[in-house]
């Protein structure tokens, strides 16, 4: 194959990939030096810029408004929705004909929709959550499988200028409950079940758990997908499908005007202390962040068939399955199942089917594809892929390496993106011309400056560990906590606010030529196989069981998973601990955190090591299950 990037070792014993000549020459940016200068140089004028690609109903009169850090604005005065980009602004063109979404079910149903045809799906929920009496500025909680209705209901939301929180369907009962209460939502939007490895999830029955749990849900929708029995509760469950065929659900819906600063979604996300957050985003800044880094560093081209497998319960999933693609008038990809069913040859047999040209997925699923072996891949023709993406965690070279040769035949450049809920979109990452390094995320997209620093924000030496800052605003960032913005400027701003830079929680180094390689998370959140989970939030569920009266839970490497959940716990005066009572407890994580969130082991203790003020010091936890040096024990109490 003559266009293969090729790496050299130019760098003594580490690769070097060079993009090949044919993505250098139909790139969209082929030199990142100037127009990164330009973008740090006139960062406002290069958002401008890049705004002024979407249609605003009305032009912003500010970029950025910074009279109230760390609150930033983006495009005060201007007014939009996302949906006048993401749907509205392609129904005048040919892109209403053209496929916005594929979807294919587990078991192997397809469906798809034109941008005409999604524009109707959406208006008319839309009328439908309206009758409901849903209202600007409302939450509307959304609990689902990956199913087209998912993706219908966030943009009927945005439509009508209510905003979402969409809860991951594989979290569980106290999970949502805690979700629908903190958001005060009065709809629910979910599904009687969903398809997972030949299996069928109870959502539903989930979801009448955490209602009876939260108190203030009075609807409750309900999308017909695996037909199993479910109870409904007469004058709060809706069928979908039912209210979709009255005369209520119009296929005409006005596209209610939003300012840019008005709230999009809240995203719940695991924090270092206590209650998941609502990370919060609003209409405009997050439509011209999202598209901008889809189009930039996948190289988006109108003839592209787009796959992110992600969730869109996570951010993944909101950015870069739903809006941003949307934005940029692609042909998205939705699976619903998992990787390997029933086959490990099902992604590589959709990548054939649907000639999908870019592919964006996590280290944890190449790595659990890569176990299969390479005849899998082998037996398809994916010669439609032209570029590949990572994401959620670092990516081991030996995975890059099997990504590239195996799944990209040598051919397609890897995205390693950096990034969060709290950013909207990608931070760090290469374009499709950077020379690549397996393992490092690259370098700053448009508009931002990185750096690592130690505790008092000055610079590590080249190579060393630090602490990962962003120095400058963004559109895309988010804008508060929903309801606590105290904890905002505590949890980002706080530790350099001398200098006004965020924290990003990760630590990292950079080396001599400036990439990034991001190494974890420095506080006590936990990457499951790219999920990201707080300790605070698995202990609270280990307590909630009636025999255990204290947790502590820490993260050890995982050879598939990237980290896994070890669990300590003490159990009430009496009891005594058995391997039955081990698989009870991670049972009842399981039902009330979700699936993701159940312990791989629960060892029982007489004690936890804590400080004087009574903190658990989990790092000693860590260390002594690693075997390594415990480090300073002088804040030890036991
Ligand atoms: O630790 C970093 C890791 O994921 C964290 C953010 O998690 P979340 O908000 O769930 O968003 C995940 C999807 C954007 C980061 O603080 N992370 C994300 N991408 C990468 C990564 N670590 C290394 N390399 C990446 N490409």
């Known amino acids: 194959m003559g266009d293969k990037s090729k790496p050299n070792d130019s760098k003594g014993q580490e690769q070097v990939y060079q993009p090949s000549d044919s993505i250098v020459k139909n790139a969209h940016v082929a030199d990142y030096d100037t127009l990164y200068k330009r973008s740090i140089e006139d960062r406002e004028g290069f958002w401008a810029d890049e705004a002024a690609k979407l249609d605003w109903y009305k032009k912003w009169d500010k970029v950025l408004d910074a009279s109230n850090k760390p609150f930033y604005k983006w495009f005060t005065g201007g007014k939009t929705n996302i949906i006048q980009n993401a749907i509205d602004r392609h129904l005048k063109t040919w892109r209403r004909n053209k496929l916005a979404i594929i979807w294919e079910g587990e078991p192997g149903d397809v469906r798809t929709f034109s941008y005409h045809a999604l524009n109707r799906e959406v208006s008319k929920f839309a009328n439908v959550l309206k009758s409901m009496g849903v209202r600007k500025g409302e939450i509307v909680t959304i609990y689902m499988p990956q199913i087209p209705e998912l993706a219908i209901a966030m943009l009927a939301c945005a439509k009508i200028g209510a905003a979402h929180s969409v809860v991951y369907g594989g979290f569980s009962v106290e999970a949502l409950a805690e979700r629908i209460q903190d958001a005060n939502s009065r709809v629910l939007v979910t599904a009687d079940g969903g398809w997972r490895r030949g299996k069928i999830t109870d959502l539903k029955t989930i979801a009448n758990e955490a209602i009876g749990r939260s108190a203030t849900i009075e609807v ?31 296929a005409k819906c006005e596209t209610e005007q939003m300012d840019a600063e008005d709230m999009l979604f809240i995203l719940y996300t695991s924090g270092t202390t206590g209650r998941p957050k609502g990370v919060l985003h609003t209409h405009g800044g997050y439509s011209v962040y999202t598209a901008t880094t889809h189009r930039y560093v ?34 998205i990809m939705m699976y619903e199942g998992a990787p390997n069913h029933p086959y490990p040859n099902r ?43 990572s994401v959620g965690e670092p ?29 909207g979109g990608f931070v760090i990452t290469p374009l499709p011309i950077t020379p690549l390094k397996p393992g ?3 370098l700053p997209f448009f508009g931002h400056e990185v750096a690592v620093v130690d505790d008092n924000g000055k610079d590590v030496q080249t190579g060393e560990e630090g602490k990962l800052v962003l120095k400058a605003p963004w559109p895309g960032m988010a804008r508060t906590i929903f309801g606590d913005p105290e904890r905002y400027k505590e949890v980002y701003w706080k530790d350099y606010a001398k200098q006004g830079w965020y924290k990003a ?58 980290n896994a959940i070890y669990a300590y716990a003490i159990l009430r005066t009496g009891l005594q601990g058995s391997p039955e009572l081990e698989d009870a407890i991670k049972k009842h994580v399981s039902h009330e955190l979700g699936p993701i969130a159940r312990p791989e082991s629960v060892t029982f203790v007489e004690s936890l090591p804590k400080t004087r003020s009574g903190k658990i010091m989990r790092r000693v936890l860590k260390a002594r299950a690693l075997g390594v040096d415990e480090g300073d024990l002088s804040t030890l109490e036991e």
């Open 220 to 250: 409750c929708i309900t999308v017909k997908r695996t037909g199993q029995d479910v109870y409904m509760e007469n004058d709060r469950d809706f069928w979908y499908h039912e209210l979709m065929g009255l005369p209520i659900a119009g």
């Open 298 to 331: 996948f190289d988006i081209k109108d003839e592209d068939r787009w796959w992110c497998a992600a969730d869109p319960g996570w951010i993944t999933g909101h950015s870069y399955i739903v809006y941003a693609p949307l934005i940029n008038g692609s042909t």
């Open 347 to 389: 992604w590589w047999q959709m990548v054939e089917k649907y000639g999908i040209s870019i592919l964006y997925t996590s280290p944890t699923a190449i790595r659990g594809l890569m176990r299969f072996g390479d005849q899998w891949p082998q037996r398809h023709d994916t010669s439609s892929l032209r570029l590949l993406g």
């Open 395 to 423: 990516i081991n070279p030996e995975a890059w390496r099997w990504y590239h040769e195996i799944i990209g035949e040598g051919r397609c450049p890897i995205m390693d993106t950096w990034w969060q809920t709290e950013t």
């Open 440 to 442: 490092s995320a690259t």
């Open 505 to 562: 929680g990760d630590s990292a180094r950079i080396d001599e030529d400036g990439y990034v390689w991001i190494i974890g998370r420095i506080d006590d959140v936990i990457k499951v196989s790219g999920y990201r989970l707080g300790t605070a939030e698995v202990e609270s569920a280990l307590v909630s069981h009636a025999d255990v009266s204290e947790a502590a839970t820490i993260a050890l490497p995982h050879e598939l998973k990237g």
